[in-house]
């Protein structure tokens, strides 16, 4: 079917040119406008291949953190062997994305986001680049656990912020809902495996401080909003597979008792340190459950966009091939003023070769509008995410707050006025002037 869509495109566009090379044929704006969508849907698809590699890169560099912080905790003790055979798998998965890159369509990517894109892209492959500097000073203990473990999480954040950027350039609903859901679920695994560094580095140094709970709380708290926008925008059946795997298992359960035993000790009390690689196994057990449902989320994205290219590819060659008359017979007032009503959604990309060109246009121009209606709901989370981000960004600037101590404050703010933290959030930025000037 594909090849025969494709085919049948070159055959149709080649006919409609060369049937009319002034251009006037509303047929020729017909095939273009669906050549349009064909080219999307297939950047979309090269775009799907580089998401899929990130999710694996990151996935791998996760658990390279949680070693490094063992390795850096324990002063040597623990964790070197699993931490060089960590750094291998790393390297590989390096590598497949480097090749997924170098296989980008950049001409491809117009406009402002191409140009967002390019640049996440840049400053990936510059940390990827300085990773190995990174490695020497763990290796070597030149570098603390805190050191390291923030290090990994800058180099994390500017992979999702790829992932976040091919979301945000998607125009098609489904595909953009996909990129949403999967988008915040893998920010919600980097959160989990944060949450897996600070408790392995906890119980490796022995000790508890009420710093490092309040910031393992947080953690707890972030994952929850993610995997809720994930639950909001994934298939019902991905959805049900994540529940099923965070709900039951020893060990889920060994982490909810080790997270009260880390969470609720004193300040300065004493932690046994042979809980860290308990921790650290059931923790990595839980995020190879999340990378499984990731790797469903990647299929799914992949399997939509080649739906869709094959309907777009099959809707091109199902356009009508000659004009209909210009100007009917008799006193009849022309179709193109009297024709009003709806097509169906159900026939939505392959209109049947009977149809008038009017209700093809038509019928595109319907479907279109309620794809962009559709988007605009969509992409709200990511809109949203940009602000909140955005605020808790200015926060931290000028009130010298970190990450956690900023969406605390919005947070407060929002439920103390009873209002949505989005609006509290706008509302920061609308003062982000006053907030730069300096307290009297």
């Not at 060659?317 to 193109?336: C, I, K, N, W, Y």
């Not at 981000?389 to 947070?411: D, I, V």
Request: with cysteine; glycine share 4%.
């Amino acid at each position: 079917m594909k090849f025969t869509a494709c085919k049948a495109q070159k055959l149709l566009s080649l006919s409609i040119l060369t049937h009319d090379a002034s251009m006037e044929n509303p047929l020729h704006f017909l095939a273009a406008a669906r050549q349009c969508e064909i080219n999307e849907l297939q950047r979309m698809l090269r775009t799907s291949s580089l998401v899929r590699a990130l999710a694996e890169l990151i996935h791998a560099l996760q658990k390279e953190r949680g070693l490094s912080s063992i390795l850096l905790a324990s002063e040597g003790l623990m964790g070197r062997d699993a931490l060089h055979m960590q750094r291998q798998t790393s390297d590989q998965h390096m590598a497949t994305l480097r090749t997924a890159l170098s296989q980008l369509d950049v001409d491809s990517l117009q406009g402002g986001q191409g140009a967002r894109l390019c640049s996440r892209i840049a400053y990936v492959l510059q940390g990827l680049d300085a990773l190995a500097g990174l490695r020497h000073s763990v290796s070597a203990f030149g570098a603390s656990v805190h050191t390291s473990t923030q290090a990994y999480i800058h180099l994390i954040a500017d992979l999702l912020n790829v992932v976040f950027e091919a979301a945000d350039s998607a125009t098609y609903p489904s595909i953009s809902r996909l990129l949403v859901a999967m988008f915040h679920f893998m920010q919600g695994k980097e959160l989990a495996g944060q949450e897996r560094a600070t408790g392995a580095a906890t119980f490796s140094a022995g000790v508890s401080y009420t710093d490092s709970q309040q910031h393992w709380l947080h953690l707890i708290e972030a994952q929850e909003r993610c995997m809720q926008v994930f639950a909001d925008c994934a298939p019902e059946a991905l959805v049900q597979a994540w529940q099923r795997c965070s709900a039951t298992g020893s060990d889920v359960t060994a982490v909810e008792r080790l997270r009260r035993i880390g969470c609720t000790a004193l300040d300065g009390a004493q932690l046994p340190r042979e809980l860290s690689p308990l921790w650290f196994e059931a923790c990595t057990n839980v995020m190879d459950g999340m990378h499984h449902i990731e790797s469903l989320l990647t299929q799914a994205l992949v399997r939509d966009c080649e739906v869709q290219l094959d309907l777009a590819q099959t809707g091109l060659a199902r356009l009508p091939s000659t004009m209909p008359a210009a100007h009917p017979q008799g006193d009849a007032v022309p179709e193109f003023f009297t024709m009003r009503s709806a097509m169906p959604a159900e026939n939505h990309w392959a209109p049947p070769l009977q149809m008038s060109v009017l209700s093809v246009v038509q019928e595109q121009s319907q479907r279109l509008q309620a794809m962009r209606n559709e988007l605009d709901t969509v992409r709200q989370a990511l809109t949203e995410r940009k602000t909140l981000e955005r605020a808790k960004g200015l926060l931290m600037t000028h009130q010298k707050l970190s990450e956690s101590e900023a969406h605390k404050l919005l947070r407060q703010t929002a439920m103390s006025q009873n209002r949505r933290i989005i609006d509290v959030a706008e509302a920061v930025l609308s003062m982000a002037d006053l907030l730069a000037k300096p307290i009297a």
